[in-house]
């Protein structure tokens, strides 16, 4: 059973960097894809990135030019290093993993397994 250990979060201030890892651990298929998403209060989750074991990523239309992910598929660890963080950004963040997964999608639903999550504050 595929387990998801997050850390990272905490606060910064506007304009500052922030980095988020996730480790990964009881994959039985060589192809997964491991994912980013955010919550704010009372919203559904909504896709940051993802990466697939294979090398494909996609950022979301808010994510790219600021953040960036990355996958070190040795250690199944997941970063994601997000700069100018905006008030907009500060939301619980997510990691999220698809075991046997030939592509990757946006969808949380497409994500059977989920970590706790990392709170990420950005004052205004």
């Known amino acids: 059973q595929v387990q998801l250990v997050e850390s990272g979060g905490g606060t910064v201030q506007a304009g500052g960097s922030l980095g988020l890892s996730c480790v990964a651990s009881?994959?039985?298929?060589?192809?997964?894809?491991m994912a980013w998403f955010r919550q704010f209060p009372g919203k559904p989750r909504e896709f940051v990135a993802y990466s697939h074991s294979d090398g494909t990523s996609r950022l979301s239309s808010t994510a790219k030019g600021r953040f960036a992910i990355s996958l070190d598929n040795a250690a199944t660890t997941l970063h994601l290093e997000m700069n100018s963080l905006k008030p907009e950004d500060s939301a619980m963040y997510y990691c999220?993993?698809?075991?046997?997964?030939?592509?990757?999608?946006?969808?949380?639903?497409?994500?059977?397994?989920w970590g706790q999550g990392t709170q990420v504050t950005i004052p205004s």
């Open positions: 009881g994959y039985t298929d060589s192809d997964f894809c």
């Open positions: 999220a993993a698809e075991d046997n997964a030939w592509v990757c999608t946006g969808l949380a639903e497409d994500y059977p397994v």
